[in-house]
């Protein structure tokens, strides 16, 4: 058997989908493992990726993006805690996921201070609690590039009024009533001139 496979059986995404689906990595020492993870999960809107060894899983995650890992404890030459500690410097934006039948306190410690792991979970793990382990950390993925993007925006936003301020002193600046009503001081415009002078800049951006 290959060291890593794709789950040539997972539902086909809909044309234009395939780059929106997440892809999960799931590394253990064990083939048979392996193959009951891609069976058991080949429903789910995710692409499977599978690797046999640490030093594997590394040369994938190096070829293509991975959404999530998710790897075995103990396996030979580099432990779960140690690989998964390498992809957090290597590609801190996959999510770490240790599953192991080797539970312990120490083994958790571990993960979660060399890995950063998301999730410590213990063998045998149902799929469903997989699944839905996966699933959580993929929203969490997503609701952190949200927040990301807005905080992005908000800067840049901010940027802009910080510009407009040193430009014309005062204009940011909103007075309020004690309900919190904005006052609009109005007596010393000309209307028609202030709309005469939208309507010329309306023009030239319209060039």
Do not use: W
Not at 175 to 180: K, Y
């Amino acid at each position: 058997m290959n060291e890593s496979a794709v789950d040539s059986q997972a539902p086909k995404a809909p044309a234009g989908a395939q780059s929106q689906r997440a892809t999960v990595l799931f590394v253990d020492d064990e083939p048979a493992l392996l193959d009951g993870l891609r069976n058991a999960l080949r429903r789910e809107p995710f692409q499977i990726l599978t690797a046999s060894s640490a030093k594997m899983g590394l040369e994938l995650l190096s070829q293509r993006p991975v959404d999530v890992v998710v790897s075995d404890e103990r396996m030979p030459g580099i432990s779960g805690s140690e690989f998964l500690g390498i992809v957090r410097q290597r590609h801190p934006q996959t999510l770490r996921i240790i599953l192991t039948g080797q539970a312990s306190l120490e083994a958790a410690i571990r993960a979660i201070n060399e890995g950063e792991v998301y999730r410590f979970l213990t063998k045998p793990c149902s799929p469903v609690q997989l699944a839905h382990t996966i699933r959580d950390a993929l929203l969490i993925r997503d609701l952190t590039r949200e927040a990301s993007r807005l905080l992005t925006t908000a800067k840049r936003q901010r940027g802009v009024l910080e510009e407009l301020e040193a430009t014309h002193p005062g204009i940011t600046h909103v007075e309020r009533t004690a309900d919190g009503c904005i006052v609009l001081e109005t007596e010393d415009v000309d209307v028609g001139e202030l709309l005469a002078q939208m309507e010329a800049e309306t023009r030239r951006n319209a060039r």
